[in-house]
């Protein structure tokens, strides 16, 4: 079991900047891809980044491209996704999942993929 805890959502001002982080507790963080996805009202559940669990390898949803950074500390067992030039468009419910893989370069995109799931952090844009 993997526990996962986030932290840093809030309200900000369009243009403004946020950083999101996820602790995870239990089993070992390290060989856990791990993933951050959102939310928005009315809309699916979408990731806008992930990383892998040696940390050389991430992705980003074309919305997110440039503005948002995702990293990780396994000695911390924390992820964050720093995210800037923020515009109500992120507006969502942002969550971190982590997926066991033998890979160490590997990631996923796939909700459906991710076995561990935080409760989720609000982010709203004002503009």
């Known amino acids: 079991q993997v526990q996962l805890v986030e932290s840093g959502g809030g309200l900000v001002q369009a243009g403004g900047s946020l950083r999101l982080s996820c602790a995870a507790s239990g089993r070992p963080f390290s060989t856990y891809a791990m993933g951050w996805f959102r939310q928005a009202p009315g809309k699916e559940r979408e990731c806008v980044a992930a990383?892998?669990?040696?940390?050389?390898?991430?992705y980003y949803a074309d919305s997110v491209k440039g503005r948002f950074t995702i990293s990780r500390d396994n000695a911390k067992n924390t992820v964050s996704l720093q995210m800037n030039s923020l515009t109500p468009e992120d507006t969502a419910v942002y969550s971190c999942?982590?997926?066991?893989?033998?890979?160490?370069?590997?990631?996923?995109?796939?909700?459906?993929?991710?076995?561990?799931w935080g409760q989720g952090t609000q982010v709203t844009v004002s503009s």
């Open positions: 999942a982590a997926k066991s893989t033998a890979y160490p370069a590997s990631y996923s995109l796939g909700e459906n993929e991710y076995t561990y």
């Open positions: 990383i892998s669990w040696n940390g050389r390898n991430t």
